[in-house]
């Protein structure tokens, strides 16, 4: 069964530095998100992504994030300039047709900002 | 805005007990409403959905019911395992928006 794929599980990086979070959607899928979830918390939505453009994001995505389809099957998040309360694990998503249908979910990176 | 409200965890129960997650939401409209699970040190899957009022949801002996009228959602399992041991997150996603997850209730069931 097709699966989205994250890397790294783990990451470690001091504060200020920038860091990449890969994901690999379902191949045929349109629609990519990220979420993150703090450490005993919700899960939170960061940003939709369809046809090469941010089609939504929350207040958490601010600045410091941006979203990139570099080629045919990655979908990235940089973080530019990481902070303490960054730590968190990071999921990526995807879908088929958008809203209403089921999202699938990677494995989740793990990301601690010392 | 749209926002999902479940009972707080931790919920412990012995190996066959009955298991009931209460989960409710607040929407505008007709979202559709899923069920997925944490297992430990693992990313989310998704354990059943429906999309429309009076659908039922089932995969893996859980069920769950759209209920409109109350705008519920709850998780049930007639008899769990020790494998169901879980954090089990309820979600709505309405036409135009995105994913709301609830805040997860952890599941622990003992043998």
Redesign the interface.
Known sequence: EPEVTQTPSHQVTQMGQEVILRCVPISNHLYFYWYRQILGQKVEFLVSFYNNEISEKSEIFDDQFSVERPDGSNFTLKIRSTKLEDSAMYFCASSAQGTQETQYFGPGTRLLVL | GDSVTQMEGPVTLSEEAFLTINCTYTATGY??L?W?VQYPG?????LL?A?KADDKGSNKGFEATYRKETTSFHLEKGSVQVSDSAVY?C?L????????????TRLSVLP
Not at chain 2, 42 to 46: P, R, S, T, V, W
């Open positions: 979202p559709s899923f997925y693992e990313g989310l899957q998704l959905k999309t997150f979600a996603d309405n036409y135009g928006q995105n994913f709301v997850f609830g805040p997860g």
